[in-house]
């Protein structure tokens, strides 16, 4: 799909969305919800799921792998190594997410916004759909420049796939989900808001980490985004690469021409496979090969260009 196409149907995407939420915000008497109440169910759903989703489904996936014999120190070691990066990309989080909700998003919302939207049910399913579309895009484009790879390589480093994984992060996946979140916040959101639809978007993605799930019924399938089709975006396989970056909705890849159905065995990694559980070098591979990349290239331009163009670009 040419880029003039890809951008005409995203602006379209946000536009119905938003033009939806402004229209019945304005033209139905609909019930405003306390912040307090909307704060708790997020608080439900997205921080609490860890423990009574999430950890839980990761022992039964050990045990799985007792079962089938492929419990071994390798995916011990890989999967500590994948809560240490969390570990580390968390404090870089909450140290970039302070400033961009106490500052910046906040400027942005009283200064740069549209129309201030009520909190209720339609605005919060409409802050979701955004969120969820801002996180294929967020996705797509850490894909698919140099320096967003450079810090995403570290999720798809890992030769496993199970929930630990889900929680694989590298020193700038911070950074890049405050960029396509902005816009979000100038058509009229709340900043909190989006930073609660961005998480619940982000636990959406977690669950689906994980080889116990098949392939769910075909409604399903061609709607969400399902543990087949992330299993597919994890391949190393060519015809995996750069496939089905959807959070929530696959609906997204299908529109986009990202989509890719899982038909051949998937086979977890990177094309250029790190062979370590180091934690310490899974979180910081991915920059090191940046850098030793932009030694190799010559010239202020070319340089900058590394940055933007795809991973696996190299001037002539």
């Known amino acids: 799909m040419s880029n003039t196409k890809l951008l005409i149907y995203s602006l379209l995407i946000i536009g119905v969305i938003t033009g939806s939420v402004h229209a019945a915000a304005n033209f139905f008497n609909l019930t405003d919800l306390f912040s307090e109440s909307v704060d708790y169910w997020f608080y439900i759903v997205n921080d609490l799921s860890l423990i009574y989703i999430i950890i839980p489904f990761f022992f039964i996936e050990i045990i799985r792998y007792g079962v089938i014999k492929k419990l071994g120190k390798e995916i011990v070691l890989d999967s500590i190594a994948n809560v240490i990066t969390f570990g580390a990309f968390t404090i870089i989080e909450y140290s970039l997410g302070l400033l961009a909700i106490t500052k910046v998003y906040y400027w942005i919302h009283y200064n740069l916004s549209l129309e201030h939207l009520p909190l209720n049910i339609v605005t919060i399913f409409g802050a979701i759909l955004l969120a969820d579309f801002a996180y294929y895009w967020d996705h797509r484009t ?69 080889e116990i799930i098949g392939k769910l019924p075909k409604p399903i399938e061609n709607i969400f985004n399902t543990p087949s089709h992330h299993r597919v975006h994890h391949g190393s396989n060519r015809q995996y690469w750069d496939k089905n970056y959807a959070g929530i909705l696959i609906i997204w890849d299908r529109m986009l021409g990202t989509f890719e159905p899982e038909v051949e065995k998937v086979r977890y990694g990177i094309s250029e496979p790190l062979n370590s559980v180091n934690p310490v070098k899974v979180f910081l591979h991915g920059l090191s090969r940046f850098y030793r990349k932009l030694g190799n290239v010559s010239g202020f331009k070319n340089k900058i260009l590394v940055f933007i163009k795809p991973p696996d670009w190299m001037p002539k």
Request: aromatic share 14%.
């Open 142 to 210: 850490m894909h698919r420049i140099g320096i967003g790879w450079a810090t995403h390589t570290v999720h798809h480093s890992s030769e496993h796939f199970n929930m630990s994984v889900a929680y694989r992060f590298g020193p700038l996946d911070a950074i890049f989900p405050i960029i396509f979140s902005l816009p979000i916040v100038m058509l009229g959101f709340d900043p909190l808001l989006v930073l609660a639809a961005e998480i619940f978007v982000q636990v959406f993605q977690t669950l689906l980490h994980t």
